[in-house]
């Protein structure tokens, strides 16, 4: 194999991954202005009469953009949890990813350390970010995770409705009862878990595998 050959293909490989990092930093930076803009529409009901609804103006959007919908989504989450705390602007310098850490932290804190924004800005990666919060916040660095989107939902009828609504009132009152004082996601997402929690002590590894055969 000849050494240019060899050069020639170390080069192509360099030249496309510059390509690649621009659009991506590009994506990364726009993409809170993007939600901004859309969130900009929700608010004020822009989409009717055209669409039927948010959702498929929605739909509508992602898909003559070729964007995923539940990544669209997740960004206008972000954006709207951290209305009111963190700057357009700001959002766009550090970029969607970042942003995303500080809405988990502002989610499930209620609030954002003064100088969160400026250690998001210093931090090399979201996860030297979330490392700079935890210690700021004396959190365990586990406690911050990520953001978990379920990607459902679904019609039911009157008794299906029961039905699921009575589980999950179970699942909040059995001993020990989920506490009030905690936040609404943090009491959703521990009704979740016990759920999960009963169906694996139900069916064991070996017998969930018998079942999927």
């Known amino acids: 194999m000849s050494e240019q050959l060899s050069q020639n293909a170390l080069a192509r490989v360099d030249i496309l991954a510059e390509k690649l990092g ?17 969130l900009l529409v929700q608010d004020n009901r822009f989409w009717h009469p055209l669409y039927k609804s948010w959702g498929s103006y929605l739909t509508y959007i992602t898909e003559k953009h070729k964007m995923g919908t539940r990544q669209v989504y997740h960004k206008v989450a972000v954006v709207k949890e951290l209305r009111g705390s963190v700057s357009i602007s700001d959002m766009t310098e550090i970029g969607i990813s970042k942003a995303s850490v500080l809405a988990d932290i502002h989610r499930l804190n209620g609030s954002l350390p003064e100088d969160a924004v400026e250690k998001a800005k210093a931090a090399a990666s ?79 590894e070996p017998e969930k595998e018998l079942l999927l055969s």
């Not at 659009?23 to 859309?38: H, P, Q, R, S, T």
């Not at 019609?155 to 039905?163: G, I």
């Open 22 to 38: 621009a659009v991506e930093a590009i994506l990364e930076n726009g993409y809170a202005e993007f939600a901004e803009a859309l």
């Open 126 to 204: 979201t996860k030297e970010l979330k490392k700079s919060l935890a210690e700021a916040l004396h959190l365990p660095e586990e406690d911050i995770g990520g953001w978990m989107d379920l990607e459902f939902g679904f019609m039911v009828n009157d008794e299906e409705r029961r039905e699921i609504q009575d589980a999950l009132d179970l699942a909040r009152r059995i001993d020990p009862p989920i506490s009030t004082s905690l936040k609404d996601f943090q009491q959703r997402k521990e009704i979740c878990l016990r759920l999960c929690r009963e169906f694996l002590a139900t069916y064991p």
